[in-house]
C-alpha cells in the first residue's frame, strides 16, 4: 500500500507560478512511477506529466510541454510538479498518482494504469 499526499495548491494570478509537491509513504517510493492527473469543474480527469521510477523520463501532455516540469526526489520519496505562467484554464483539482514497476513512462497517461492516488489539492488561476 503506499500513501499519497498532495499539496502546494492555491489561489494564485494568472501568470504566477506554482509548485506542487506529493508525499509518499508505504512501500518503496522508487519502485514507482510516478504521474500527475487534474480535473476541472464538469469535466473528465485528464493526464498532466509522469516520471519514471529513477526519474531519468519524463512524458507531459502536449498542451503543457513547456510550462510544467514533473521531478522527483526518491530520497524524500516526494515528486513536484513546476508549473509556470499559469493560465485559467489551469484551474483544477490535481492529484498525484503511483504505478507499481517499470514502464515506458509515454504509455502511462491513462489513470487506469495507476494503483494509488492522492485525495488531489486545489489549484485556483484567477485572470
Known amino acids: 500500500q503506499v500513501q499519497l499526499v498532495e499539496s502546494g495548491g492555491g489561489l494564485v494570478q494568472a501568470g504566477d507560478s506554482l509548485r506542487l509537491s506529493c508525499a509518499a509513504s508505504?512501500?518503496?517510493?522508487?519502485?514507482?512511477?510516478m504521474g500527475w492527473f487534474r480535473q476541472a469543474p464538469g469535466k473528465e480527469r485528464e493526464f498532466v506529466a509522469v516520471?519514471?521510477?529513477?526519474?531519468?523520463?519524463?512524458y507531459y501532455a502536449d498542451s503543457l510541454k513547456g510550462r510544467f516540469t514533473i521531478s522527483r526526489d526518491n530520497a524524500k520519496n516526494t515528486v513536484y510538479l513546476q508549473m509556470n505562467s499559469l493560465k485559467p484554464e489551469d484551474t483544477a483539482v490535481y492529484y498525484c498518482?503511483?504505478?507499481?514497476?517499470?514502464?515506458?513512462?509515454?504509455?502511462?497517461?491513462?489513470?487506469?494504469?495507476?494503483?494509488?492516488w492522492g485525495q488531489g489539492t486545489q489549484v485556483t488561476v484567477s485572470s
Open positions: 516520471v519514471s521510477w529513477s526519474g531519468g523520463s519524463t
Open positions: 498518482a503511483a504505478r507499481r514497476g517499470s514502464s515506458v513512462v509515454a504509455f502511462l497517461v491513462s489513470g487506469e494504469k495507476y494503483d494509488y
Open positions: 508505504g512501500r518503496t517510493f522508487n519502485n514507482y512511477a
